[in-house]
T-cell receptor, first 114, second 113 residues
């Protein structure tokens, strides 16, 4: 079945440093979503990417979808303590079968040292 | 108004007991989900219903049985609880089943002793 790999598992940065998490799928995706889960909280939707090579920005966050629609990344510029949390990518299989299922990566836990 | 609400938020019970978690969404979505998040934070889909019809049924023990009385509710019943069932269970809903973003509830932390 479809697998979504995400690296790194953990990332600790100093406040002001940049952060990137990467997501790779074993199959071509129809779309990919990113979620953030604060410690003790629930996942909250950040963004969805649909088109090959798509790049979207939200303030200090930049999201990319690969040309082959099998990989994606989230980059945070100049991290702040409010960025702390686990970032998940989640992809829908685009190989023609049922694409109801959203498969989550294992997440990257970001901690920020003030 | 909470969009996706789950009850209870915390559940502590003994092995072998049966328990239920309820979920309701007031967003008018037609698709609802149950996800299990283990201690390593891995989010694994268990079930999904679209307009009360089961559309995703992952490899989950038969002890877990979802029920959707209407499209705004999706409950999860667990029989004969085991230690390995301890986790946070998240309910979620989405507007469209193949493209929509998921709105998660706050989670129900189940601890089996």
């Amino acid at each position: 079945g479809q697998q979504v790999m995400q690296i790194p598992q953990y990332q600790h940065v100093q406040e002001g440093e940049d952060f990137t998490t990467y997501c790779n799928s074993s199959t071509t995706l129809s779309n990919i979503q990113w979620y953030k889960q604060r410690p003790g909280g629930h996942p909250v939707f950040l963004i969805q990417l649909v088109k090959s090579g798509e790049v979207k920005k939200q303030k200090r966050l930049t999201f990319q979808f690969g040309e082959a629609k099998k990989n994606s990344s989230l980059h945070i510029t100049a991290t702040q303590t409010t960025d702390v949390g686990t970032y998940f990518c989640a992809g829908r299989d685009g190989s023609g079968g049922s694409n109801y299922k959203l498969t989550f990566g294992k997440g990257t836990l970001l901690t920020v040292n003030p | 108004d909470t969009a996706v609400s789950q009850t209870p938020k915390y559940l502590v019970t003994q092995m072998g007991n049966d328990k239920s978690i309820k979920c309701e969404q007031n967003l008018g979505h037609d698709t609802m989900y149950w996800y299990k998040q283990d201690s390593k934070k891995f989010l694994k889909i268990m079930f999904s219903y679209n307009n009360k019809e089961l559309i995703i049924n992952e490899t989950v023990p038969n002890r877990f049985s979802p029920k959707s009385p209407d499209k705004a509710h999706l409950n999860l019943h667990i029989n004969s609880l085991e230690l390995g069932d301890s986790a946070v269970y998240f309910c979620a809903s989405s507007h469209l089943s193949d493209t929509g973003e998921l709105f998660f509830g706050e989670g129900s932390r189940l601890t089996v002793l």
